[in-house]
């Protein structure tokens, strides 16, 4: 079996009831308070701001911008599909989505699966884009979001037997699809039979007609000593102080990058280049990873951090960001490259896992256009 997909009912946004632009952007969802989220979620519904579809159906996802072009079809995915993972999951992350799933019996938002498509399902999503759509609003980093309903029986049809011989690379929700997973096994256990609960809503986008770009997700660690960091790094890298902006820096990277890993550690106010790790590290802090990937630059950026760093780290997608937070908070900032599609696929071919939060896939999707309620199990 390859992605096994059907329609589902969904709960669809009505942007023009949301009070203001900074809500059109948002979803009811708050790892940190569960109780807030399922009150926003129910508020949301009472206020119709969220409105029940009539029947299932699948949905054609597009988005335009200056971030770039996505299109794809949005529906229930079955748990035991042919789906890639490619990076690790946070525990902590995941508790709190199973947490929410519990409490407000509404699955996550879509997760986003990469596949390659057919010429006759590209064909069926360029019929339904020349519609009116079903809903649509512009976001205020400028991107347009529509979406068109599918209910016609032969064109999901299609769809439904064009995934079946295929599977999907993972490429954003590694934690919705634990998690999702997780409750499906909690549902069983209690005595339920086959249901909702072994469906996933995802975002399902043929990366041959919208290719998505990857982007990396940089490290804030705001407790760690960074000299003591550096103290250490000089045993095993060869160091560059860097001058200059950070545009500057990341060509600096960009070149040492072609010849292996390297990845930018800043401190508030210095940067450095660590690159060309030793054999020492390779086959010491780097040997956790399988051998195929201890090469490459985000195993080394983790190990090396799994080394120096005692504190939570803090993600943030992007470099300025990252510099900004490390001159506010202290400690060290890691600055590095995206693993290429290459090193993705291999991953996910081998079932080995890359370290939490190795990349991201943009442009990012519209969270809450389109959502998913879980009803109360019921005995089978």
């Known amino acids: 079996m390859g992605v096994d997909i059907r329609p589902f009912r969904a709960w669809v946004l009505a942007p023009e009831r949301l009070r203001g632009l900074a809500d059109r952007h948002a979803t009811p969802w708050d790892r940190v308070d569960v109780e807030n989220s399922v009150r926003l979620l129910d508020e949301w519904k009472r206020l119709e701001v969220l409105a029940r579809e009539e029947r ?104 439904i037997d064009a995934l079946h011989e295929r599977a999907a690379l993972i490429a954003d929700g590694h934690h919705r699809h634990v998690a999702a997973r997780r409750f499906r096994r909690e549902v069983h256990a209690a005595g339920y039979g086959r249901g909702p609960w072994d469906y996933i809503p995802a975002l399902l986008v043929d990366t041959k007609r919208s290719p998505m770009r990857l982007r990396p997700v940089h490290r804030v660690l705001p407790h760690v000593d960074p000299w003591k960091a550096l103290a250490a790094a000089q045993q095993w890298f060869q160091i560059t102080a860097l001058a200059g902006p950070l545009e500057e820096w990341l060509d600096v990277l960009r070149a040492r990058s072609y010849h292996g890993a390297a990845f930018i550690v800043a401190t508030p106010d210095r940067a450095f280049l660590l690159d060309r790790p030793n054999v020492e590290f390779l086959q010491g802090p780097c040997e956790r990873f399988p051998e195929s990937l201890r090469s490459m630059h985000i195993s080394v950026l983790q190990a090396f951090l799994d080394v120096v760093a005692e504190s939570p780290v803090l993600y943030e997608p992007s470099a300025p960001r990252a510099l900004h937070a490390v001159r506010e908070l202290g400690g060290i900032a890691a600055i590095a490259f995206p693993p290429s599609h290459l090193d993705l696929s291999a991953a996910a071919a081998t079932g080995v896992r890359l370290p939490v939060k190795s990349t991201a896939f943009g442009p990012d999707p519209h969270p809450a256009l389109v959502l998913r309620a879980l009803p109360s199990p019921r005995r089978a």
Do not use: F, K, N
């Open 56 to 159: 299932p159906a699948m949905y054609v996802y597009e988005q335009t911008g200056p971030l770039g072009v996505q299109r794809g079809v949005i529906s229930a995915v079955h748990l035991d599909s042919r789906l890639l993972p490619h990076e690790d999951v946070a525990p902590a992350h995941t508790d709190a989505m199973v947490e929410l799933m519990r409490a407000g019996r509404m699955s996550m938002p879509p997760i986003l699966l990469g596949y390659g498509g057919t010429d006759r399902t590209a064909a069926q999503l360029d019929t339904a884009v020349r519609q009116r759509p079903l809903t649509e609003l512009r976001t205020p980093d400028g991107q347009q979001h529509r979406v068109w309903r599918l209910t016609e029986r032969s064109t999901c049809g299609e769809i």
